[in-house]
């Protein structure tokens, strides 16, 4: 599967995304398992490849 880690100011904050969603100036992350987290930033990077996506905040 496609799950991502969440990376935000150099730490982890989420594994196991499944969606991410830019909503203006923020960011919401949904999880395999319905959680939801919404953070401030722009996404600066998705490697499918390493299963990681970086938030810059």
Request: aromatic share 4%.
């Amino acid at each position: 599967m496609c799950e991502l880690k969440i990376i935000f100011k150099g730490n982890t904050i989420m594994e196991d995304v499944v969606r991410i969603k830019a909503e203006g100036n923020s960011i919401k992350l949904y999880g395999m398992l319905g959680e939801e987290k919404t953070v401030s930033g722009r996404i600066k990077d998705v490697n499918i490849t390493k299963q990681e996506a970086i938030i810059d905040g």
